[in-house]
């Protein structure tokens, strides 16, 4: 099928279905107009894409081949440049006619900058929010820009969706005083174990959002990222979280977010794609 705000660009080294035959379906959002440091996330989705091309579609993990499973890739969103709330809207329509085509579809969003993932939420409308980010991401605005990448987890909040964070290690006062004023949980990179994840979200309502900004692992993983910072969790700390979420609570929809970079196979995109990859086959299980 065809979808008024995408396009076609360079597909998933997997076999691939319709839309409208999928279970998953992937799309990417090349925007990183509000980026206040690294630019580059714009090249994110492409970079994701190119760099499945090296990895096996076997998960050992799981015994699951990724070649079996109905994956879509519909392309990217048309984004308008320069304009986050246009952009929002574009994905928010293009999710609404996936499910009208697809109601058991599970999108799949590609990044691009961390602000896009208020469109996807406020398009599946679920009850919590989970996400794994090196920033809190509370600010109201920054920059003057109530849509920058830093404020996406307090646009979410005003949604009313339950939030839990991971991996931070950063953020600024009024951040922390927002979080305890809406109850907002949040556990700190160098506190974090599976233990307090499993003790936070175990009683988040379902259905559940997972959003992985990249730059929640140690920059010397992901360097190629639009806000970088030191001390990260490890990609096995991340994987056994999602393991057990994947099994414990509904999922609606999930992102990688905040990829960036100019060369084919930087080593932050290979490690969003098997991070894709893994999510995919743990979800099919």
């Not at 699951?64 to 519909?74: E, F, G, N, Q, W």
Request: with cysteine.
């Amino acid at each position: 099928m065809e979808f008024f705000y995408t396009y076609g660009t360079i597909k998933t080294a997997l076999p691939l279905v319709d839309a409208e035959n999928a279970d998953f379906v992937i799309f990417g959002v090349p925007f990183d107009s509000t980026t206040s440091y690294k630019p580059g996330a714009r090249f994110g989705p492409a970079l994701i894409r190119q760099a499945t091309i090296n990895l096996e579609s076997y998960i050992l993990d799981y015994d699951i081949d990724l070649a079996d499973v109905k994956i879509a890739d519909i392309g990217d969103i048309d984004i308008a440049a320069g304009n986050p709330l246009e952009t929002i809207k574009r994905i928010i329509e293009t999710i609404k006619e996936l499910k009208v085509a697809n109601s058991k579809a599970m999108p799949i969003m590609l990044g691009g900058e961390h602000s896009m993932t208020y469109a996807s939420v406020r398009a599946l409308k679920p009850k919590s929010y989970i996400v794994f980010d090196a920033h809190l991401d509370l600010r109201n605005e920054y920059e003057s820009n109530p849509w920058n990448h830093a404020c996406v987890a307090r646009r979410i909040s005003e949604l009313g969706v339950e939030i839990a964070e991971f991996g931070i290690r950063s953020g600024i006062r009024e951040e922390v005083e927002y979080a305890k004023e809406k109850n907002i949980r949040w556990v700190h990179a160098r506190e974090y174990n599976l233990e307090k994840f499993r003790e936070i979200v175990k009683d988040m309502p379902e259905p559940v959002y997972i959003s992985i900004d990249i730059d929640v692992f140690d920059l010397s993983m992901v360097p190629s990222t639009g806000t970088p910072e030191a001390g990260g969790l490890r990609f096995w700390e991340v994987i056994e979280a999602l393991e057990w979420l994947t099994k414990e609570k509904e999922v609606v929809g999930f992102d990688i977010m905040e990829v960036a970079g100019t060369e084919l196979g930087d080593i932050t995109a290979l490690t969003g794609a098997k991070l894709m990859f893994y999510l995919i086959g743990m979800l099919s299980r």
